[in-house]
Each structure stands twice: as C-alpha cells, then as structure tokens.
C-alpha cells in the first residue's frame, strides 16, 4: 500500500518531459516567433509552439504520443524549413536556420488532428477541422489557428509578423479594413484560411522582386447568392 501511495504522489509531482532549445539566424542572432512543430511518425503533427523573443522555446511532449521516432521541425518566414530527429530527452535541440531560397514542396497532415496543407509558401487551414457551433464568424476561427494572433483592435499576424493584405477569394477588397470581413462572413462559408509566406502583392513582381510580407486568402465556398 505504502508503495502505491508512493507511485502515486510521484506521477502527480514529476512533470512532464520538456523538449527545449533555441532558434538563431547563421549570424547567430536570436529568431523570434519561429513556429516548433513537434512530429511524430507518418508525418502528423503532435505539438506546437513559438519561440519567444530570444529565440527560445520550451514545448511539453504529450503523455500519450510515441517517443520512438519524433522530429522537431522549425520553420519562420525567411528561412528555411530545418528538422532534428529526436534521440536524447535530456538534451537541448538548437536550430541555425539558413534564408529560405527554394520552395517547399507540397505537405499533407491529415488524421484525428485538424488538417493542414502546405504548398510552396502557402499553408492552407480547413475552417471545419477548426471551427465550433459557437463560432459566429470567419474572425473567431482565425483566432484559433496555429501561428496566427489576432490582437483586440482586429489586426492580424502570423508568427509575429503583421499580415499586409486579407484577400477574399484571391480579391483585396478592403484593404486595411479587413476586420470588416473577419467580424461579419459567417465562419461556414469560408472554406479555406490560406497564410501565403514571401507574399509579393504587385502582381506584375511576383516571380522577379522577392518580398518578406505575409498575407491571408479566404476561399470561399460555392454558395450561389450569397453576399456578406
């Protein structure tokens, strides 16, 4: 009995195990707001955080998840995506994270998890793996995604970085007025929150003239007559 008792008190006390780190650029400066996936074999993602402001993170493994086999994935808008195979718990990950040149190529996660694609510089969020009966509108779903912080006056950023246009349906609309969009489209019919990374907004520049802005498209779904 004493021995249970003992079992007991420990499994209460003793945290968690802790993954942690830091996220620095090749000159060695710290990286804030770089997005830490944790991935577990098949791809799926099993965790998730953000660096802080001196390019730390701290990320709680989950009790229930397969120690065998884990990856952490550090991606940030700029630079290229980078990932470590997990083999000592006890050991610190750090992360020297090179400009992004290349495109990635296309990403799917799907299983009980929330459904997340990623394509070039282009991560695409389904609303209905995200959304709740008592979401209202499309702005309470933004609210929830990973990566995205909606601040009280309505404006929005990815990773720590304010986006520079909202477009709905490929169409900028409303330019820096974008919360009239997100507070008034009802969430079910958006079908897609898409964050595209590197975006240039001249059209006429994409391909030629590199750009850091990040932005945010909102698909639609086919509804015919529908206005918000």
Known sequence: ???????????????????QGTVTDSLGKPVSYAGVNLKSGGNLIVGY??????????????????????MLEVTCVGFKKQDKEITDFTSSYNFKLSMAVNQLKDVVIKNKRP??????????YKVSD?????????????????????????????????????????????DDKYNI????IPNGVVDRVQVMQNHQPVKMLQGKVNSDDVALNLTIKKMPNYRW
């Open 49 to 70: 955080t953000t660096t802080n402001n001196k390019g730390a993170y701290s990320l709680q493994l989950p009790a229930d998840v397969n120690k065998s086999g884990l």
């Open 115 to 124: 459904f997340l694609r990623v394509s070039g510089d282009t991560l695409s």
């Open 130 to 174: 995200f959304s709740s009966p008592q979401d209202r509108v499309i702005g309470d779903v933004i609210k929830k995604l990973p990566g995205i912080d909606v601040a009280k006056d309505g404006k929005i950023s990815y990773n720590g970085k304010s986006i520079s246009n909202l477009y709905i349906g490929g169409d900028n609309l409303l």
């Open 181 to 184: 969009a997100t507070n008034n």
């Open 1 to 19: 009995m004493g021995v249970f008792i003992l079992w007991m008190l420990l499994s209460v006390v003793c945290p968690g195990q802790t993954i």
